[in-house]
């Protein structure tokens, strides 16, 4: 039954439609049964729809439907930059993507950023051009956008009949039909018809195109093409397939979400189209051993070990965490326990329900390439991999990009003070960029994230969720402090505790890492059976914690690598207390030597606004401290490229739009650290 699975997400900017997309393909699949409108403005909608009964949505991770006898499985990517970890985490375990494109204003920024996430992921999708009813809709203007940017293969399966106002249909250009939806009956059924004469030419001319993109790819299409033979819609749609798995093309379809049009093809082209689970490569995974990780790979097959990813968690307030999974081999039964591979635990899975749209469906069990909800892991957290001691496989080390921004929180009174650090540790659990510390200068409680929206939306749901009293002070820039030069330092550890000798020794190396890279402990003596592995255990930890907590001001370290080279050990009088002691102490005298430096987030900044306006939107950025790196044209305007040091762009939201009479709107999102120009002197 795998390749009558698909698992796929719906990718967008911001009010491309993709909310009102998803809807009306749960409504056409009989899921739901009535549309719900979305205003295009609540962008909100995206990522945290608290319109649905539980209080806390859980259908926004994972609702599966069924279309001509075929399983999808769709996962909620959401639509703003600030959840781009959640962007991620959904697309890691996506086989397929549709990407919806704006018909006005073809790849915007956000486009720009899931498409490279989906590249990374290596997801093949489709495309589907919505909004073909707008003024200024341009279906072949926005398909050369997006192989301009991105440089792949455009294949449009349909041509519009019309464009903005005049738009009526399409012509599918595989059965050479013209589709119209009708509109009394929320575009439920539709009428096919001959391609009219006056539109024959441009459909043979788009058809031909067609046929010669797919053969250009496809040697078994090429010889019938080039022998002059018939080429058949079934050929012909498995080599769009074939092509489409490989990513060597994007297939195109159109429509308007919001007027019903064109949704029932775009369904249709999931299926034909996009691939099972056991269609793409296969998951690769390390296996943990005692002396080392050993790459595996972890193929899609029912009878093979279990492994799985949680790739989400949501608070639900009857049933306490739901954990998302992406079964990638193996079956998993309810009431049976399974091993939590980062945390080396196991734990036990009390219930499995697929969710379909706003219902719950209880499972016996999930199997390999499927997708469902496990109730009763106490344990687990994002990214991590549930499988069994006999086979320990990760799929991936988790790493989450470090939050940007910070605000203090107060509960309005004493007696909400243990209820909101309830609310903060389910928090936290759900969306690993959201953390929070107690300063231990001020005392105050510190919540960090990785934008203005995504900590304003945390502290909404705290509000109205979990009926949090509480007071948000004013924005923070978290900093980061990193090592510039390489440095080496040796420590030894010797003290008398309790009438026992504790003794270690430990040689290291630091070094910077490039822009972006993150941190990296890595420890070049070999593991071997006269060192026991709890004093490795140890000086990891200690050399962990040690780049979190900072090297001169407190703020963890980013891009700085730590290498032990070496370390003495007596068996007699060595333990792990004293390697971590040990290891604190070595990291401080290294890194202190290494000329450490405070790092500032620098923000990538796109704003959109028409052409009168583009100079005044271009002085708010340099008069913040931020550099334009370009501009593009477009129907709707101009859209500005800049980059902007994060400290300076509170409040830049009303100030643009004073400037622009309320016409421009702008997306930003983190970029990188970069050295303070103004130095520590300054900040201290």
């Not at 990517?77 to 919806?100: I, K, N, Y």
């Not at 909004?131 to 519009?160: N, W, Y």
């Not at 024959?200 to 080039?226: C, F, R, T, V």
């Not at 007699?572 to 102490?585: G, I, R, V, Y």
């Amino acid at each position: 039954m795998l390749n009558k699975m698909r698992n796929i997400g719906i990718m967008a900017h911001i009010d491309a439609g993709k909310t009102t997309t998803t809807e009306r393909i749960l409504y056409y699949t009989k899921k739901i049964h009535k549309i719900g409108e979305i205003d295009d403005g609540q962008a909100t909608m995206d990522f945290l729809p608290q319109e649905q009964a539980r209080g806390i949505t859980i259908q926004s991770a994972a609702t599966t439907t069924e279309w001509k006898g075929f399983q999808i499985n769709i996962i909620d990517t959401p639509g703003h930059v600030d959840f781009t970890a959640e962007v991620e985490r959904s697309l890691r375990v996506l086989d397929g993507a549709v990407a919806v494109i704006c018909a006005v204003d073809g790849v915007q920024p956000q486009t720009e950023t899931v498409w490279k996430q989906a590249d990374e992921f290596n997801v093949p999708r489709i495309c589907f051009m919505n909004k073909m009813d707008r003024v200024g809709a341009d279906f072949f203007g926005s398909m050369e956008d997006v192989h301009t940017k991105f440089g792949v293969e455009c294949v449009a399966l349909q041509i519009p009949i019309g464009q903005g106002q005049n738009f009526e249909g399409v012509i599918d250009l595989l059965d050479m039909k013209e589709i119209r939806w009708n509109m009394e009956d929320d575009g439920e059924t539709f009428s096919i018809t001959d391609v009219a004469p006056e539109r024959k030419a441009d459909a043979e001319k788009w058809h031909e195109k067609l046929i010669d993109q797919a053969a250009s790819a496809d040697d078994s299409l090429a010889e019938l093409y080039l022998e002059g033979k018939e080429i058949s819609i079934e050929q012909l749609k498995g080599a769009l397939r074939r092509q489409t798995i490989n990513r060597a093309i994007v297939p195109f379809v159109m429509g308007s979400a919001r007027h019903n049009q064109g949704i029932q093809p775009l369904i249709d082209a999931v299926v034909d189209y996009l691939p099972a689970p056991d269609e793409v490569p296969p998951a690769e995974g390390l296996h943990i051993k005692r002396d080392k990780e050993e790459k595996v790979e972890v193929p899609c097959i029912e009878s093979g070990t279990p492994v799985g990813l949680v790739f989400k968690i949501s608070y639900d307030p009857n049933m306490g965490s739901v954990c998302f999974v992406r079964m990638y081999s193996g079956k998993i039964s309810s009431g049976t326990q399974i091993f939590n591979v980062n945390k080396k635990k196991r734990e036990r899975i009390n219930r499995i329900f697929r969710i379909n749209a706003d219902k719950e469906e209880p499972m016996d069990s999930v199997s390999a390439g499927d997708i469902a909800a496990f109730i009763g892991l106490k344990l687990a957290q994002t990214g991590d991999t549930l499988g069994s001691e006999g086979m320990p496989v990760l799929l991936e080390k988790p790493t989450f990009p470090q939050p940007v921004i910070s605000v203090s929180l107060e509960p309005e009174s004493l007696a909400e003070r243990d209820k909101m650090n309830q609310t903060l540790e389910i928090l936290s659990h759900e969306d690993p960029t959201f953390t929070y510390h107690d300063d231990p200068e001020t005392g105050q409680l510190i919540i960090s994230g990785m934008g203005e929206l995504h900590l304003d939306v945390l502290v909404t749901r705290m509000r109205d969720d979990f009926k949090v009293q509480c007071r948000v002070g004013a924005p923070q820039v978290t900093y980061r402090e990193a090592v510039t030069t390489p440095a080496d330092s040796s420590e030894s550890y010797s003290k008398v505790l309790g009438g026992k000798e504790n003794t270690a020794g430990i040689t290291i190396h630091v070094e910077p890492r490039s822009q972006g890279e993150g941190n990296l402990y890595t420890c070049a003596v070999k593991r071997s059976s006269d060192i026991p592995d709890e004093i490795f255990d140890a000086m990891q930890n200690s050399f962990e914690s040690s780049l979190q907590s900072g090297i001169k001001f407190g703020y963890p370290c980013t891009d700085t690598a730590v290498t032990v080279t070496a370390v003495e050990y007596n068996e007699l009088t060595s333990t792990p207390f004293a390697f971590e002691a040990c290891a604190a102490q070595v990291f401080d005298k290294a890194c202190s030597a290494a000329n450490p430096q405070l790092l500032e987030p620098v923000m990538r900044v796109d704003i959109s606004c028409p052409k009168e306006f583009v100079g005044d939107a271009m002085s708010q950025i340099t008069a913040r401290g931020g550099i334009i790196l370009g501009q593009d044209s477009k129907v709707s305007g101009e859209i500005v490229h800049a980059q902007a040091p994060m400290a300076k762009m509170f409040g830049f939201s009303t100030n643009l739009r004073s400037v622009t009479q309320g016409r421009a709107s702008f997306s930003m999102e983190f970029s990188h650290f970069q050295i303070k120009p103004d130095g520590l002197g300054k900040t201290w």
